[in-house]
């Protein structure tokens, strides 16, 4: 049941140790190192003494869905925090995300890869990059669909120059996600990416089993979203 949040009741350190056991115990049960598999903290909407709290417990790597937002709430961003963008991102807001993000799991679409890569060149440097499947192939998700992703990844590398670390997706609401979590471990395998982002609070066990190496985690994690979206 939500409740209204009181920041006396949000034990951070143990609701981690918690996520971060979850994410042990399904690893060795796939027969995979726990190390392999890193726990992404959503801190989207989340009120900030609650992300305070997450990260005092010692959390590292945090994934936010709006640039704006994410540019607000860590203007004074720890040097050893990773900071990952999760939601899409408009071309008009590349050189602000390349400055901000030091990892970009929602490139889609060559517009944006031509932009990443002239904001790169200009920045001097670049985030790790994930391209996005929208493996659900649904009409109101961002990500490029999978018939058409090895040709997208090939004309990243290819024709704009960027180094593409994995892929990321969200299957359907409503569907069972391990099809989704298969077809996208397959087509990063045939295209030789290393980083598989997949998994959220109610599904993330699965996507270890899956191959997932990094999980994106918001409500099991920092309790319940003021609102969804
Ligand atoms: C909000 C969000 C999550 C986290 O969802 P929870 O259900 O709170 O774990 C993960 N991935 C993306 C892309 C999101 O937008």
């Known amino acids: 049941m939500p409740q209204p949040f009181d920041p006396a009741d949000?034990?951070?350190?143990?609701?981690?140790?918690?996520v971060l056991e979850t994410i042990a115990q399904a690893a060795q049960a796939a027969g995979r190192d726990p190390a392999e598999v890193t726990l992404t903290a959503v801190s989207k909407q989340q009120p900030p003494a609650r992300v305070a709290a997450i990260l005092a417990a010692g959390q590292k790597v945090f994934g936010?869905?709006?640039?704006?937002e994410a540019a607000q709430r860590w203007r004074d961003k720890p040097a050893d925090v990773e900071l990952r963008l999760i939601g899409p991102l408009q071309t008009n807001k590349t050189r602000e995300a390349v400055r901000l993000f030091d990892v970009i799991?929602?490139?889609d679409r060559p517009r944006l890869a031509r932009a990443m890569a002239e904001e790169i060149s200009v920045a001097g440097s670049a985030p790790r990059l994930l391209v996005q499947?929208?493996?659900?192939?649904?009409v109101q998700k961002s990500g490029v669909v999978p018939a058409d992703t090895d040709a997208f990844i090939a004309a990243c590398r290819m024709d704009f120059g960027l180094t593409?670390?994995?892929?990321?997706?969200?299957?359907?609401?409503?569907?069972?996600?391990g099809?989704?979590?298969?077809?996208?471990?397959?087509?990063?395998?045939?295209?030789?990416?290393?980083?598989?982002?997949?998994?959220?609070?109610?599904?993330?066990?699965?996507?270890?089993r899956f191959g997932a190496t990094a999980v994106r985690v918001g409500e099991a994690l920092f309790g319940p979203r003021p609102s969804h979206d």
């Open 10 to 18: 949000f034990d951070a350190a143990r609701t981690r140790n918690a």
């Open 105 to 107: 799991e929602t490139l």
């Open 179 to 208: 099809p989704h979590f298969a077809l996208l471990a397959k087509i990063a395998r045939r295209n030789g990416l290393a980083e598989l982002s997949m998994g959220m609070s109610a599904d993330f066990p699965l996507a270890i």
């Open 133 to 138: 499947v929208n493996t659900g192939e649904e």
């Open 64 to 68: 936010e869905n709006r640039v704006q």
């Open 164 to 177: 593409i670390d994995g892929l990321m997706c969200i299957p359907p609401l409503g569907e069972p996600p």
